[in-house]
Nanobody
């Protein structure tokens, strides 16, 4: 397992943008990485992921066209660029190491960073 730390969350108005970062201690090269989010009272939800080389990404329908995942392998860092934010994007956002659209496909998680979008 690796330790991962998310940063970049905060309060933003609807229509605004935020960029989340996730820095890992330990090996993430050769692994896929993903972003999930969890709103109060809801299950953890897949946002998107990126493959080991950084050239393939997948997104949930709810964020397609608004969010972009990228990674800098040399820096062991994962990013989530969020544009055109909506109040329903409000959640704690988590990065994780693994693959697929379910939390069970990931073996290491960050502690999460809060994103709040005001209307």
């Amino acid at each position: 397992q690796v330790q991962m730390v998310e940063s970049g969350g905060g309060l933003v108005q609807a229509g605004g943008s935020l960029r989340l970062s996730c820095t890992a201690r330990g090996r993430t090269s050769g692994y896929g990485m993903g972003w999930f989010r969890q709103a109060p009272g809801k299950e953890r939800e897949f946002v998107g992921n990126i493959n080991w080389s950084g050239d393939t990404t997948y997104y949930a329908d709810s964020v397609t066209g608004r969010f972009t995942i990228s990674r800098e392998i040399a820096k062991n860092t994962l990013y989530l660029q969020m544009n055109s934010l909506k109040p329903e994007d409000t959640a704690v956002y988590y990065c994780a190491r693994g693959t697929g659209g379910r939390p069970t496909g990931y073996d290491s998680w960050g502690q999460g960073t809060q994103v709040t979008v005001s209307s």
